[in-house]
């Protein structure tokens, strides 16, 4: 899947979209591509000491949600033109 720009936002929650685009570039990439698990957002929240509200850990995992939402979605289409 080709990661696009980075998509319009409001201001005040363009750090969210900054945070979920590292956090993804870190997800396991085995056999499928997994989800951002929380003990790794928990990690990088504690080793970046970014401080992040409960409410942007909320939109981080959302945003993750239909990321993978979307690229099973992609594959399904790839799968189903060959």
């Not at 080793?47 to 993750?64: F, S």
Request: hydrophobic share 40%; net charge negative.
């Amino acid at each position: 899947m080709t990661i696009p720009d980075e998509p319009q936002c409001p201001d005040v929650v363009a750090h969210v979209f900054g945070w979920f685009w590292h956090l993804s570039q870190r997800r396991s990439k085995g056999m499928e591509t997994g989800a951002i698990p929380y003990a790794e957002i928990d990690a990088w929240i504690r080793l970046t000491g970014t401080k992040v509200l409960d409410a942007e850990v909320e939109m981080i995992t959302t945003m993750d949600d239909v990321f993978m939402e979307t690229l099973a979605s992609e594959q399904e289409t790839s799968r189903a033109n060959k």
